[in-house]
């Protein structure tokens, strides 16, 4: 290839959210920069999504909400469903409001601002094979160009935005990073966008998104309903990667025929995909590099939105980055800024979030349908946990809750205790250290507060 430039401050993997973002806000400081993607450009932000991302991000990173043909249409808030239906809860706040975008034009929007803000060199059609490593510290990657030729590019910062199944963060050498996820930490999802007639159908609830928890028809996951327009919905599930060979007749039966009532339709696009729903990575960074979104395991781990934490994860690496070129220290000690960024704002809600997830995934349909009937959970407290990571039932509140679960005293007693755990991860994420040195010691206490409640879940699992 002529006019290859193979030497940069920042190599960005991957143009999805989280790359696009943190390549934006390292080009916009005058650093050179390399963004790379598998992909065709113009297919850049096709990903297989709900497409539900909150308002919060755009006003967090100061740039412009959806609009024009990125916009499908605006969201209050949810509405979460008993197994039986019989309940719902509404989560409408301010804060949970947000949209349905179309994914494409939105990708291609991320792209070309990045562009725009002076990425000098982006490579599409372009697949990463391989880290370069020059004396333990990250130094490059070795990729495969358009045109079949091998190369080597090289850097002083590498970011890994290349997704849950991202080839770097396996080959990453040391022991800070972890290579695999878990497959008890993953979730598998389907989901097809449905046109039809407004004549033919009516869309249930155009102003929500619509989640139902089921453990028979989505078992481990959810299913949703999210209205793009009035004649088009994103429906699909997400279900244990146990299921997988199965999820697509589960799609089929308990979402396909239960929404899509009318024989004239079109399925515009379908397709699956794999989420992590755990705490982020223990560390997102080693020496020379960083990983950010799905590579990293930021996601919500309680409804699987990984837009906005990808975007955020990238724009606290391009921070991080910036400061360290600055300082032309490239180590993890430099790099540890990003850590602790990550950990005490998004990682200390999801770490807790983490916990809820583990916890409800081992609830029957029985307990779920009587927790939300008896408001162990008002909407008012889901919203709270899901903002802050944070659970907290007044006294007062957890006695009456006592008395009207009083024939299922365990799950009180187990959602208590569920509580006291979420709070004190969430403030033990609040304090990540500042120090490199401190972080085994805060690794290990987070294990122990892991293990309390995988112990609760093994004990269910064996009552039931
Ligand atoms: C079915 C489903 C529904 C979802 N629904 C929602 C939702 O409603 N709301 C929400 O917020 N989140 C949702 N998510 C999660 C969300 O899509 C992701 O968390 C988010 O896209 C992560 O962004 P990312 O930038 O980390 O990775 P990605 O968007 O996956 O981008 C990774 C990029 O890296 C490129 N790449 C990968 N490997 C290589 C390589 N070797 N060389 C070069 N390039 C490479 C890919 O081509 C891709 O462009 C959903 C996920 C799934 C699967």
Redesign the pocket.
């Known amino acids: 290839m002529e006019n290859l430039n193979n030497n940069f401050d920042v190599i960005v ?7 696009s973002i943190a390549a934006r806000f390292v080009a916009k400081k005058g650093l050179s920069v390399c963004l ?4 065709d450009k113009k297919d ?1 932000g096709n ?7 909150g308002t919060e991000i755009f006003d967090f990173l100061k740039i412009n909400h959806p609009k024009d043909d990125e916009f499908s249409c605006r969201i209050k808030g949810a509405k979460l469903y008993s197994p039986n239906q019989k309940k719902c809860i509404d989560l409408t706040d301010p804060k949970q409001a947000g949209y349905i975008i179309n994914r494409l034009e939105f990708g291609q929007r991320l792209l070309n601002e990045a562009i725009n803000s002076g990425v000098d060199q982006f490579l599409d059609k ?4 391989d880290l370069l490593y020059d004396n333990n510290k990250v130094n490059g990657v070795k990729v495969k160009l358009n045109n079949g030729d091998n190369v080597d590019l090289y850097s002083k910062i590498l970011i890994d ?7 770097l963060r396996k080959r990453a050498r040391g022991i800070l990073v972890e290579k695999e996820i878990s497959k008890e930490d993953s979730i598998l ?3 097809e966008i449905v046109n039809f007639s407004p004549h033919d159908l009516k869309i249930k609830d155009p102003d929500y998104i619509t989640i139902i928890l089921n453990q028979d028809k989505a078992p481990g996951g959810y299913i949703w309903y ?1 209205p793009k327009n009035e004649s088009s919905v994103n429906i ?1 599930l997400g279900t244990y990667m146990s299921i997988k060979g199965k999820v697509k007749s589960l799609y089929r039966q308990n979402v396909f025929n239960e929404f899509i009532k009318t024989s004239t339709y079109e399925i515009v696009s379908s397709g ?4 992590p729903v755990r705490r982020p990575l223990w560390s997102c960074a080693d020496d020379g590099i960083m990983f ?4 990293a395991c930021q ?1 919500n781990p309680l409804h ?5 934490p ?1 975007m955020r994860g990238g724009f606290y690496a391009a921070k991080t980055a910036v400061a360290a070129i600055e300082k032309e220290d490239f180590s993890i000690k430099a790099l540890w800024n990003y850590n602790y960024s990550v950990m005490t704002t998004f990682g200390a809600e999801f770490a807790s979030l983490d916990l809820l997830r583990m916890t409800l995934q081992v609830l029957s349909n029985e307990e779920l349908n009587f927790a939300l009937k008896q408001d162990l959970f008002s909407g008012e407290e889901i919203l709270e946990i899901s903002s802050t990571g944070e659970f907290e039932l007044p006294l007062l509140s957890m006695v009456s809750k006592a008395l009207k679960g009083i024939t299922r005293p365990n799950l009180l007693l187990d959602l208590n205790y569920l509580r006291i755990r979420m709070n004190e991860i969430s403030n033990l994420y609040k304090n990540f250290p500042t120090d490199i040195n401190h972080f085994d010691e805060w690794k290990n206490r987070a294990i122990q507060i892991y293990d309390k409640i995988r112990k609760i879940i093994i004990n269910t699992k064996r009552v039931k």
């Not at 993997?13 to 790359?19: D, E």
């Not at 990903?47 to 991302?53: L, P, R, Y």
């Not at 699987?304 to 906005?308: C, K």
């Open positions: 993997v991957g143009a999805g959210t989280g790359g790379i993607d598998r992909k850049i990903k297989i999504c709900g497409d539900a991302v372009t697949l990463v094979l935005a290349s997704g849950f199944y991202s080839p999802c389907y989901r999210f699909g699956g995909g794999v989420v950010i979104g799905d590579a996601v699987g939105g990984g837009i906005d990808s």
